[in-house]
């Protein structure tokens, strides 16, 4: 809705859109695990990406691409990356590599009564 007030000279081509979960988990413990998982999933699923991207943009066709990270581990990944690319990917920001989640922790409310 505010595009053009932070992107003023750039069009947008299609309307942006979130992937987002709204989980509610009884214990703390088991909620985070689940964002850890979440978390390393995220990781494997943007440095797949970014590797099919960058062959993409080197030339080869997304079938190409595809079949060349097929059975890939993330050590054989992050190595495409350095020695075709010289991209280090444990150097992009966290954020990118490892995606970002939030959660509110409730907590009481404890106020001083005056007397």
């Known amino acids: 809705m505010k595009w053009k007030e932070f992107f003023p000279n750039k069009?947008?081509?299609?309307?942006p859109y979130f992937e987002a979960e709204l989980l509610c988990y009884p214990k703390q413990k088991i909620i985070c695990d689940y964002l850890s998982s979440r978390q390393?999933?995220?990781?494997?699923?943007?440095?797949?990406?970014?590797?099919?991207w960058m062959l993409v943009k080197s030339g080869k066709r997304e079938h190409e691409a595809h079949e060349i990270l097929k059975g890939t581990l993330?050590?054989?990944?992050n190595e495409l990356l350095f020695?075709?690319?010289h991209l280090n990917y444990n150097n992009e920001?966290?954020?990118f590599r490892k995606g970002s989640c939030t959660y509110r922790h409730k907590v009481q409310n404890l106020r001083m009564q005056r007397v």
């Open 93 to 95: 920001l966290a954020m």
């Open 74 to 77: 993330s050590k054989d990944r």
């Open 11 to 15: 069009d947008l081509a299609e309307q």
């Open 83 to 85: 020695q075709k690319f």
């Open 40 to 52: 390393a999933e995220c990781h494997t699923s943007n440095q797949y990406n970014t590797c099919f």
